[in-house]
DNA sequence: CTCGCTTGTCTAGCGGTGCTAGGGTCGAGC
DNA sequence: GCTCGACCCTAGCACCGCTAGACAAGCGAG
């Protein structure tokens, strides 16, 4: 028995290694440069190996998002109950939010831009993914408004973050503006 | 001389046959799809041919993105026109933007996700580009609202709606409540 | 009208990609 | 100590973007 345990462990530590190596590759060098062969020589092991923990590349773009998902959702809430007041804690949620999208740029590509073969807004949504929204929601919810729904807030104030997070990173929207814009945006959509 | 013309203009035809083949063909199958053999294929002429009119497959994406710019602003300045009343010239661009974003997916990937080589937010901005801005600044610099710089408005509008349509056709958003989030938007981002 | 040359196109190929079939090795369990 | 199965690697497939070099067509000069 032990030597299975042994063995399940290390490729368990071994899976941990694949993702952690392809977003460090992808974080350091962008994810054209995460190729299979690139990533194999890394961990010292060949491509096939790979093919035995993921199914193929873009499950390993998958198992960054939810990765990245997780740390996201702690550091909403995180920001959010050093906060106090919901204007502050939703300024405070949206700094952290583009923040946590400039710092990791490539991280945020595998939540969002890439396609990690994840489901959306769906039943079978992993949880991690889940847990982000949700993080969202509960400092959103309370500045929804008088007869908003919650969820549609959230949706609403979460694709103006997510429009600001990606039209800055590609150079649509030149950077220095980003603290008047989250000034206006919290302003103007959560009603204090 | 005539003949040089005459060879000139099956030159620019070709060009136009060239984008127009590439926009096809992603909007068919998406941009995965669009490979310089198959494109050249479908042109009937030989991958050399692309690489004489293009630097290669990404200003093949650029052209596309900049005829789409095209499209959209005057898809853009006629709905504005058409409505009267800041409320509700704002809203129909809102909605003809994420209308413009749904039926022309890979024409908008080609502008906003995928790389086409061309500048932003820059001096050396294609016209196209600036005129597709410039229409969404004149009708939201209207309600931008007392103290707000126009143009910082329209970014931040332009973000969300950016937000929401990509959000959307990813499978990120659920389509059915697109215009209770537009109607969100309008209501609590413009001062009418 | 013929010839040389420019211009334009095509064939073939380079180094890369994601992914997989099949052989070989090594160690666990009898 | 031997057998057998789990595991990993080498080698290769079909495809990608892109390019060098051969080749043909058509122009202008004589």
Known sequence: ??????????????????????RELAEQQGWDA????????????????LYSHFRGKREIIGAVALEGAAEMAAALRAAASAADGPRTR????ARTYLEFAARNPAVYDAM???????????DDTPQPLKDAFAALLESLGEVAGDGVHPGLFTEVFWAALHGLATLTRAGRL???????????????LAVV
Chains 1, 2 share one sequence.
């Open 1 to 22: 028995m032990s030597v299975q345990e042994r063995k399940q462990r290390e490729r368990v530590e071994r899976e941990r290694l694949i993702v952690a190596t392809a």
């Open 34 to 49: 995460v190729t299979t062969r690139r990533l194999a020589e890394r961990i010292e092991y060949s491509q096939p190996v």
């Open 90 to 93: 939703v300024a405070a949620l």
């Open 112 to 122: 969002f831009e890439l396609d990690g073969g994840l489901a959306f807004a769906n």
């Open 174 to 188: 030149p950077p220095e503006d980003t603290e008047p814009r989250v000034e206006l945006l919290v302003d103007r």
